[in-house]
């Protein structure tokens, strides 16, 4: 793991045509484009999922420290939530980012919006997607995409599909489960790149259904994300090297580690 602080991210230099990722753990990301754009996208900095494990008898005790302190997150260009669970919309997480002066603009679907309101956020930071609603932030172009939600308690859900001007397309699947829209309706974005969810629980994508989305998708690389932090929500991202492989796709496995820097090259124009 590396340490990250948001100086080092604003201080790398995107290459035209490609996107900068430094991956947080869990679904968290750090985005970068050529313009200079700095996202968050689910950022989990903090150890707050414990105490609800410990409520449901799960061990969600974090494995490994967050690469980045929260407060950074005051200096991004935009806070980026895919749905409400604490792992995804952290209160510890925003709370630190705001006390830090970061506010908004905060996108998210409907009920991450109702939470953030009532953790204090108004209404004038907030941005409101669901599933092919288009926000742009400079050469950034955000589509939330479907994604099929854990329970009634937040029905909702979306991922991303972050495009880059004359850039990388590159597929956020959010917590989902399998389900043939998924690439129904991301497919003709032509997305290059897909960081998909693979923990096969908590009815997210097992490795096997994230390798078969890869393949339905056509991507040219697959980002596991989502296995990595949780005592009771982990197993190895080999895995999921094994199902691509198994597909005969092998070569678009690329692990990420916390907090190292990920460059995409535009992989398909
Ligand atoms: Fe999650």
Redesign the pocket.
């Known amino acids: 793991m590396s340490m990250l602080t948001l100086q080092q991210a604003r201080a790398h230099v995107t290459p035209r045509g490609q996107v900068t990722l430094w991956w947080l753990g869990q ?1 968290g990301f750090i985005i970068k484009s050529p313009g200079g754009i700095v996202l968050a996208l689910d950022p989990y900095l903090s150890n707050s999922c414990k105490a609800i494990g410990d409520e449901h008898g799960f061990d969600m005790n974090r494995l490994v420290p967050p690469p980045l302190a929260p407060h950074e997150l005051a200096d991004v260009d935009a806070y980026v939530m895919t749905h409400s ?1 604490h ?2 919309c952290d209160p510890e997480t925003l709370a630190a980012s705001r006390a830090a002066g970061g506010r908004g603009p905060y996108v998210a679907p409907a009920e991450t919006i109702e939470k953030l309101k009532s953790l204090g956020v108004p209404d004038h930071e907030l941005r409101m997607v669901w599933p092919n609603r288009v926000i742009e932030f400079g050469d950034v172009s955000l589509r939330a995409t479907f994604a099929i939600p854990l329970g009634g308690d937040d029905l909702t859900h979306v991922g991303y599909l972050v495009s880059v001007k004359e850039g990388p397309k590159v597929y956020f699947t959010g ?1 989902t489960a399998y389900h043939e829209v998924l690439a129904a309706a991301v497919g003709p974005h032509k997305p290059d790149v897909l960081v998909t969810v693979i923990n096969g629980a908590f009815r997210n994508l097992s490795p096997a259904e994230a390798a078969r989305l890869a393949r339905e998708l056509g991507v040219r690389q697959v980002i596991p994300t ?1 296995h990595d932090l949780f005592p009771d929500n982990s197993l190895p991202s080999n895995l999921l090297r094994t199902n691509l492989k198994f597909l005969g796709i092998g070569e678009t496995f690329c692990p990420l580690r916390h907090g190292e820097k990920h460059q995409i090259k535009s992989l398909n124009h």
Do not use: F, I
């Open positions: 679904s669970h792992d995804h917590d989502h």
